[in-house]
T-cell receptor
Framework: QKEVEQDPGPLSVPEGAIVSLNCTYS??????FMWYRQYSRKGPELLMY????GNKEDGRFTAQVDKSSKYISLFIRDSQPSDSATYLC??????????FGAGTRLAVHP | KAGVTQTPRYLIKTRGQQVTLSCSPI?????VSWYQQTPGQGLQFLFE???????NKGNFPGRFSGRQFSNSRSEMNVSTLELGDSALYLC?????????????FGQGTRLTVV
């Protein structure tokens, strides 16, 4: 079993939809959680960074962490075609060792 | 300010050769981490350096090594290349002192082993 599990999709939604992306993790020692967006042939771009449980909002993006259920979520409101990318969740294993999920490929069609 | 710079962007090598990849972190960042990304295994942690010291290492064979210089620039070396080493190699930099802060990635070096 991988330490961070993520459904690879693909996920296809119409423009304007609310997108929900989810991951689960198994290591209760993880304290930091991140969401990255990766366009084709590019490096991952940091979207959201949260510590422990709770919500964090940044524009159209909301990240949620529920440590009791070991569940990580990213919500995208009013999705745009430019949001089409692969979304990677990650958890920290200490000293900048990030454990990544497989990534979910998202397509937002006009 | 300038982001994380990785060179070269693309590389083609033959089995058995060795290769060195370079990463220049964001100015002021002292931590550099390296990752391998493949379609089958996703993003996997290789190692992390802070102030020229390796603090953490992933589960890769000893053919994969790295180092960090006093200016925080880092190099990664892979010896005796195998076909399975074909991947996108990414480095990430962060301020990190003793724990995690936001990690920012470069564009990666795409290595093809033939």
């Amino acid at each position: 079993q991988k330490e961070v599990e993520q459904d690879p999709g693909p996920l296809s939604v119409p423009e304007g939809a609310i997108v929900s992306l989810n991951c689960t993790y198994s290591n209760s020692a993880f304290q930091y959680f991140m969401w990255y967006r990766q366009y084709s042939r590019k490096g991952p771009e940091l979207l959201m960074y949260t510590y422990s449980s709770g919500n964090k909002e940044d524009g159209r993006f909301t990240a949620q962490v529920d440590k009791s259920s070991k569940y990580i979520s990213l919500f995208i409101r009013d999705s745009q075609p430019s949001d089409s990318a692969t979304y990677l969740c990650a958890a920290s294993g200490g000293y900048n060792k990030l454990i990544f999920g497989a990534g979910t490929r998202l397509a937002v069609h006009p | 300010k300038a982001g994380v710079t990785q060179t070269p962007r693309y590389l083609i090598k033959t089995r058995g050769q060795q290769v060195t990849l370079s990463c220049s972190p964001i100015s002021g960042h002292r931590s550099v981490s390296w990752y391998q990304q493949t379609p089958g295994q996703g993003l996997q942690f290789l190692f992390e350096y802070f102030s020229e010291t390796q603090r953490n290492k992933g589960n890769f064979p000893g053919r994969f090594s790295g180092r960090q210089f006093s200016n925080s620039r880092s190099e990664m070396n892979v010896s005796t290349l195998e076909l399975g080493d074909s991947a996108l190699y990414l480095c990430a930099s962060s301020l990190a002192t003793h724990d995690l802060t936001e990690a920012f990635f470069g564009q990666g070096t795409r290595l093809t082993v033939v």
